[in-house]
């Protein structure tokens, strides 16, 4: 459905469109091809009443009607309440080892507008860009609808930097939305996420910029080009070769932390694959090699829950807490903690430690996985 919004105004980054135009030629010809989505909780649905009525279910079912001789594969790699900074470090397990041929990426709800989610985001974008199947990529910036926050100024660096398209909610649906001709409540109940109208209205969006695309592949008026050369990283870029240490990949030293063994059904069953701890003194330590150290706990609206200290290289001065009292009520939150950034590239000693629990402690500590990144 079209809706009357400023379409024009939609690409924020117009890029280059020779993957696009390749894949639309393939998928002319009838080929089988692999969508993926890759995101926060907008993609992988929530609020939605059903799937298929998100926004990368609506994307996907426009290749299918755009291309009837093609078969499509749709590939939803959407964690809710996650940033840039853990899709890096999951991208390969949740969307690279799918081979796409086609990725969208959605996560500028969830980064913050600053220097350390545009490098996160960097080493995202690179790390998609240069696997296996040189999937074409379509950035995707959504927006708070009650600000109109998001951090598209950090994100549109990278689309420019790496001539990728990108399309914006911010300055199509927003818009409309502060001018009264939207009602916030008629697409969206917190702001945030959209209903099945706010969705369709996202999917919109997305879908005239491919419609723009294959518009000019049909006309034979894009002139057929070698793929600009792959710019140097704008950033540091130490996250792009991120990796997630969880119990079936790594062997810890163990002193009262247990693995948790119960099978993980979906990606998006995030408390699986990790460790538990219940008393003060129980420690796991790690050896992760790289620049740079994130944990990732839960945080839990079931209290209270325990407190646990990071301890890096026996640097107790700069030890981070990690409470897993969370104050919210929507549920457990998959909490991510940067502990070491742009350090020294070598194998560090990470040790996680409780230094508060109580008898009645309604959960106990969930560590899900320790995040290294670096060469």
């Not at 989610?117 to 995707?140: D, H, N, W």
């Not at 990278?158 to 939305?177: D, F, K």
């Not at 919109?204 to 518009?215: H, N, P, W």
């Amino acid at each position: 459905m079209k809706f009357n919004l400023n379409y024009q105004n939609a690409i924020s980054t117009p890029g280059t469109h020779t993957r696009l135009i390749r894949l639309m030629k393939r998928a002319a010809a009838g080929e089988t091809l692999r969508l993926g989505f890759l995101g926060g909780s907008i993609t992988q649905g929530s609020l939605s009443t059903k799937p298929e009525l998100c926004y990368a279910y609506h994307v996907y079912e426009w290749w299918q009607q755009a291309f009837p001789k093609a078969e499509f594969i749709y590939i939803n790699a959407g964690i809710g309440g996650t940033s840039s900074q853990f899709g890096v470090a999951r991208a390969d397990s949740d969307l690279l080892a799918e081979e796409p041929d086609f990725a969208i990426v959605e996560f500028s709800v969830n980064d913050e507008s600053t220097e350390h989610f545009m490098e996160t985001y960097e080493g995202l974008v690179r790390k998609i860009y240069t696997s296996k199947t040189s999937p074409a990529i379509l950035l995707v910036h959504n927006v708070r609808y009650d600000s109109g926050a998001n951090a598209q100024v950090m994100h549109g660096r990278i689309a420019r930097h790496y001539s990728l398209p990108a399309v914006s909610m911010q300055s199509t649906i927003y818009p409309e939305v502060v001018s009264g001709r939207i009602e916030n409540r008629e697409i969206t109940p917190d702001d945030l996420h959209p209903n099945d109208l706010g969705h369709e209205m996202v999917a919109s969006v997305i879908t005239y910029f491919l419609e723009q695309v294959k518009a000019e592949m049909e006309s034979g008026s894009y002139e057929e080009e070698t793929e600009p050369v792959f710019p140097a990283p704008l950033t540091e870029n130490a996250y792009e070769n991120s990796y997630r240490l969880r119990n079936d990949n790594s062997e810890p030293q163990l002193s009262g932390f247990m693995p948790d063994e119960t099978p993980q059904q979906h990606i998006t069953d995030c408390f699986k694959r990790g460790w538990t701890a219940g008393k003060t003194g129980d420690t796991i330590r790690f050896l992760v090699k790289g620049t740079g150290v994130a944990v990732q706990y839960r945080k839990s609206v079931r209290q209270p829950a325990p407190v646990a200290e990071v301890v890096v290289d026996g640097d107790k001065e700069s030890a981070v807490l990690l409470d897993a009292n969370f104050d919210e009520t929507w549920g457990d939150k998959l909490e991510l903690a940067t502990v070491l950034e742009h350090g020294e590239n070598k194998e560090h000693q990470v040790e996680i430690r409780l230094v508060e629990t109580n008898e009645n402690d309604a959960v106990p500590f969930y560590l899900v996985s320790v995040i290294g990144s670096g060469e």
